[in-house]
Nanobody, 114 residues
Framework: QVQLVESGGGLVQPGGSLRLSCAAS????????MGWYRQAPGKQRQLVAT???????SYADSVKDRFTVSRDNAKNTANLQMNSLKLEDTAVYYC????????WGQGTQVTVSS
């Protein structure tokens, strides 16, 4: 059974930082893409940042130069370092994995508020 366990969400002031982590278990084949999406209230889920098996990254324009995605292929883990957080970064953040099939974590809330 595939499980994606996220951690690291919370409440932070504008300009602050948070680090999200995701650990995937129950996956025996290679994970092609691992990363993060987010969904704000009333909006569709959207890409935040992903990294391929070979280390190629993809970022939403709104988070470039502020967020950094990383992963450990051997451990099936991924992290998202979020710096200079803005009010509009408030959302539920979902870990995402593709190994030919798509899998999602349960989501972790990130709230940016003064």
């Amino acid at each position: 059974q595939v499980q994606l366990v996220e951690s690291g969400g919370g409440l932070v002031q504008p300009g602050g930082s948070l680090r999200l982590s995701c650990a995937a278990s129950g996956i025996i084949s290679r994970i092609y893409v691992m990363g993060w999406y987010r969904q704000a209230p009333g909006k569709q889920r959207q890409l935040v940042a992903t990294m391929s098996w070979l280390g190629v990254t993809s970022y939403a324009d709104s988070v470039k130069d502020r967020f950094t995605v990383s992963r450990d292929n051997a451990k099936n883990t991924a992290n998202l370092q979020m710096n200079s957080l803005k009010l509009e970064d408030t959302a539920v953040y979902y870990c995402y994995v593709n190994n030919g099939n798509n899998y999602w974590g349960q989501g972790t809330q990130v709230t940016v508020s003064s």
